[in-house]
């Protein structure tokens, strides 16, 4: 594979809000590590800080120890039980009386108490001078209630003492319960400036990566100003993370995956939609491919093509004129596609159909052997192929 980023450069990460959807952003980090990209700043909204610090710290070992065990009980004062239960509708196993009294308690209470996300913030920051002495710069985003105004606070340059006060105040959650800091009250940044891409521009950041994870919040970046000669790229989900206060470890650890391979796709340039495909060559190049592997098509043909049809076009005019437009349609291709974009579309459905193990990075070659040598293996099968969605 050959990496598409220039390495001698160094980059500002930008790190959308999103609760549990972060972990996402951990898997995306620890491509860009892999890689050898080095990172100069990094500019987050409430979670987006969290890991941000962490990328401060450029501590990955910790961060991917955080979100592979997290839990709710580990970010508010819940029973973790009790939530799953609720998750599942499976009221039998819920004392009612418990979470009536416990929903009334949050209520009552201005919101969740979160003394244990206190508690991880502090497990982040450990020793605030690895922040405040490290080399990558750090901006979190928060809104003061107290002065009405969004602040982007250098982490590294606060008062001391200050850092985890300030993590806190970029992720303070409208659900939360919200307790004065430093004789003032803050509120989640990202309602405010959800993907601080416009801290770091300020900033004279000239290449920017942008780890989108879609959250609640404002959206800034649709408002923000790219100036001439900047470049700003985009690691972003093609599937939905699960909820923002979702903090479930499997979750997690799914999310993780799929952000790094997701960077990966980035790094790489890899094709496809769903699977991570290195596909090197030309239009020709796959038209010729498709052309000698006709056997894969043979699904396709006895979905879309009739005898009359398959009797009526002859050689290659069956697939152009007829199967591949259709086929198009069917994997909502753009309207510009090509014979490379079909085949690899094939491919992916097929693979797809066939619940190929998904993350992993594919060479056009090795993916059509795994799902030659799971056609052969259900040959004998009726019918041969799982028509409906799996993965």
Known sequence: MELKLDLEKE?????EGGGAKGAYQIGAWKALKEAGVK??????????????????????????????????SKVMAVNDDTIKALKKKDFKALNLQEVLNSGLQIIKGGGFDISPLKNLIAEVVGDEQLIRNSERELYAITYSVSDRKELTVDVRSGEPGSVKDMLLASAYFLAFKNEKLGGKRYMDGGGFNNVPLNVLLDKGYEDVIVIRIYGWGYDSEKDTKIPEGTNVYHIAPRQDLGGILEFDKKQSRKNMTLGYFDAKRFLYGLAGRIYYIDAQGSEPYYFDKM?????LFKIYMEEFLDKDTMESLTGYRAFTEDLFPKLAVKFKLKEDW???????????????RLRIKRFQVYTVDQLVQRIIKKL?????ASPLLDRGDSL
């Open 11 to 15: 980059y500002g990460i930008v790190l």
């Open 376 to 380: 052969h293996a259900r040959e004998a």
């Open 291 to 295: 052309m000698s592997e006709l056997e």
């Open 338 to 352: 090509d014979y490379k974009d079909m085949y690899l579309a094939i491919l992916e459905d097929l693979a797809k």
């Open 39 to 72: 990172i100069k700043g990094i500019a987050g909204a409430s979670v987006g800080a969290l890991n941000g610090a962490l990328m401060c710290m450029d501590d990955l070992e910790k961060a991917e120890d955080i979100w592979k065990n997290i839990e709710y």
